[in-house]
């Protein structure tokens, strides 16, 4: 059983490796958001890099410093180049994939939260990314164990700092969509379209049926003329039995008022000369 009883310098150096990871892992994903991506400052996503940053350090940081002390612990031969290659045939097929897995899917997880984007992410993506890393890392971790055979925080920080273009391509490939699920992905995007999106569409959908009514309409014929000559005498001579109905009843209001006003001053007079009788 191995037991690490870690002194206080090298807690010192866990702790400075673990910044100078974050500063990595940070500095990776704004390579990749501002370079490979062609993001602008003004839409650079700080929270994603603040993840992937944090994803870097667990993974890439705490487990890093731990496994590259059981690594020396385990090939306790001295330095040379057969021992660097040891230790790195250890790192990149025992804990390379392990490590790639359990990073790829925290750091998806943290992006969608979603499980079932996880698996599909991995499953798309996963190999890429570890073979990929194979062009990279072993070249690093050999250079590491070679110049600095015993010096851990030494082998971290060069295997950090060679692999940084690597690293780079790696937060581009966890962020990027599914290639399988493009198509799912942009019926849910269409479908979360801003209203300013949606007018545009419905005004292109309204104009390409207009082009089309306008194709589909023929031209006029002399007896389209005629209908409409017919059609304005028609309304013209509605009009003018509106005109005559609105002027007989106004006429018959008339009348009536003036019969209730000669009734009215016929019953004024007869009160008058009864009222002028009765005062003699």
């Known amino acids: 059983m191995i037991v690490f009883t870690p002194t206080v310098e090298q807690l010192e150096m866990f702790m400075n490796f673990v910044g100078l990871n974050a500063a990595f892992s940070f500095g990776s994903d704004a390579a990749a958001q501002l370079v490979l991506e062609g993001t602008s400052l003004h839409s650079f996503d700080l929270s994603r890099a603040c993840r992937y940053a944090s994803t870097g350090v667990i993974f890439c940081g705490v487990t890093q410093f731990g496994r590259l002390k059981i690594i020396e612990a385990v090939v306790h031969e001295g330095g040379g180049l057969a021992t660097a290659v040891e230790k790195t045939v250890i790192n990149q097929l025992v804990f390379s994939p392990l490590v790639r897995l359990a990073s790829m899917s925290s750091l998806i997880f943290m992006n969608t939260g979603c499980w079932e984007t996880v698996k599909e992410k991995v499953v798309g993506d996963f190999l890429e990314a570890q073979s990929l890393s194979y062009l990279v890392k072993p070249a690093s971790n050999l250079i590491a164990f070679v110049v600095f055979p015993h010096q851990i925080f030494m082998q971290a920080v060069t295997m950090r700092s060679v692999s940084f273009v690597y690293n780079t391509y790696y937060s581009h490939i966890s962020h990027r ?104």
Do not use: I, Y
């Open 177 to 280: 969509p599914h290639k399988e699920g493009d198509k799912e992905e942009h019926s849910v995007s269409s479908d979360s379209e801003s209203p300013v999106v949606q007018l545009m569409n419905e005004a292109e959908v309204a104009e390409s049926s207009q082009d089309e009514n306008v194709q589909n309409t023929r031209p006029p014929t002399p007896s389209d003329f005629d209908d409409l000559v017919d059609m304005r005498a028609h309304l013209e001579m509605l009009a003018e039995k509106r005109r005559r109905r609105l002027s007989r009843m106004h006429s018959m209001q008339l009348a009536r008022l003036r019969e209730v006003n000669k009734k009215n001053n016929r019953s004024t007079c007869s009160w008058f000369t009864s009222v002028t009788g009765l005062w003699r």
